[in-house]
């Protein structure tokens, strides 16, 4: 795993808030790898970040919030082996690892918590994060055309994303 | 699309619910098709049936409900042309063709509703309806490796289904 010298911890949900927002805001506008529209609410941003049984990280560097990623079962019950995540970074702080540091991070977290496998439903195909992950040991074992109306390409498949831990 | 002698209808929030969570626990009791687990409690399965944007159906028999199907987005904003549903059949009155019934329902419906396309999750790949929406339409786009903890089976691969509508 690569060193990275800013630290990753849990969100404090109260602290933490208000940069984890100010990035999906970012992220969102851009239309071009979430599904969340930027008419999504701070309300409803909430709910699903830190939804329990949800885990919440940030990553920080130099005291500023530069991403933040959940961690969570995919499914209830007999499902709930498999874990599923979501990330995101800051746009201003891009090419700096920190997608990378935190997708090493959540690995090392998920088995921690007792995962068996992760898997990700919606990985825009056109988002560079397909390239990463995959270096990170996923496979891509599905895809779905059309799935996401990316705001410049127009609909755009999806690719669901897994790796045993 | 065949005929069939029993209306699906929507449900009524509070005069149908006693109905569908009968069925509900019966095929949770199963633990062969639902990541839901016999434990689930009934304010879980209410959520996860009702909850807004979420449309829910009801087949009658004989004055009796005899299964329930819902239909949502499968993701939020730029992804929500794509519609998601869930099925559940009286395990005891099977083999009437009621699950079929409500899978043709359910796709005029998600047309009417103005979804563009369907996909499925999490289909356990040891369930006969795998052959069944493969009848209707739907291929299967992706297959998750020991996703679903089937309680005679052990670990089963879960398929994503998809069609176009």
Do not use: C
Not at 55 to 74: C, D, F, M, Q, T
Not at 83 to 91: E, I, K
């Amino acid at each position: 795993m690569a060193v990275h010298l800013f630290p990753i911890r849990p969100a404090a949900a109260a602290d933490d808030f208000a940069g984890i927002w100010l990035i999906f805001q970012s992220v969102a506008a851009a239309g071009n790898t979430f599904a969340y529209t930027p008419e999504t609410t701070r309300e409803q941003f909430s709910a699903l970040w830190s939804d329990a049984p949800s885990h919440a990280y940030v990553a920080v560097r130099e005291g500023r919030i530069v991403g933040s990623y959940y961690l969570k079962p995919n499914q209830p019950g007999l499902g709930n082996h498999v874990a599923n995540a979501g990330y995101m970074v800051d746009p201003a702080a891009r090419g700096g690892g920190i997608g990378r540091a935190m997708g090493e991070h959540s690995l090392v977290e998920a088995r921690r918590l007792g995962f068996k496998a992760m898997q990700f439903n919606f990985v825009v195909a056109a988002n560079p994060a397909v390239k990463l992950w995959q270096e990170l040991g996923f496979a891509i074992v599905g895809t779905v055309p059309g799935a996401f109306r990316h705001t410049r390409l127009g609909p755009t498949a999806i690719h669901i994303m897994h790796r045993n831990l």
